[in-house]
């Protein structure tokens, strides 16, 4: 069998009849994109290799028992979303029951190359070190349709997917989210006489 040529269809019917390669290129055909839903979903690049290997664990050990009705993506990325959102709350318990508050949460904020100019990477780099902030004091909820709609740039229908909503909850919670980002960025980027 070529596994690169396959469908996802005949990786998972492969899988479940004990081919263990099929798993292997499915992990191969979506790490990136389960590694960047982690990173725009957390907001940490340290947190991409574990949570990647979590989230590949649980395909592993769900992928026997299902049946691909819809796109493997959207169920990749459904556990994926999943995995890092449960990971988030457990952080935002330990922190609340925490009394070391000793940590700079300015220390994993991430940097920005760009290949333009100087001055023109400074002005990127700081708009976009605006926007990273403002996505991160959204809800979970908030930042992870945003995210799957403008990084990822899935459809409603892929997200309603994913997330087990509807296309028009998935366009509602879009609106408020970027509502509620307008808001935050409102200050940043007013114009100035």
């Known amino acids: 069998m070529n596994y690169a040529e396959s469908d996802d269809r005949s990786l998972v019917q492969a899988f479940q009849n004990g081919d263990e390669r099929a798993f292997e290129e499915i992990v191969r055909r979506y790490q990136r994109q389960v590694a960047n839903v982690i990173y725009m979903t957390s907001g940490t690049p340290q947190d991409v290799p574990d949570l990647a290997q979590e989230v590949f664990l649980k395909i592993y050990k769900s992928l026997g028992g299902i049946t691909v009705e819809h796109s493997l993506f959207s169920w990749i990325y459904r556990i994926a979303v999943n995995v890092t959102i449960d990971e988030l709350r457990r952080r935002k318990i330990r922190r609340m029951t925490s009394l070391d508050f000793s940590g700079d949460p300015e220390e994993n904020e991430p940097t920005f190359r760009d290949s333009s100019l100087p001055d023109d990477q400074l002005v990127s780099a700081e708009r ?28 409603y229908k892929e997200i309603g997917d994913i997330l087990h909503i509807s296309e028009q909850a998935v366009k509602s919670r879009i609106f408020r989210a970027r509502e509620e980002l307008k808001e935050l960025l409102k200050d940043y980027f007013e114009v100035r006489p």
């Open 128 to 155: 976009r070190e605006q926007v990273w902030k403002a996505l991160r004091k959204l809800s979970d909820t908030s930042r992870t349709v945003l995210l799957l709609r403008e990084y990822e740039e899935l459809s």
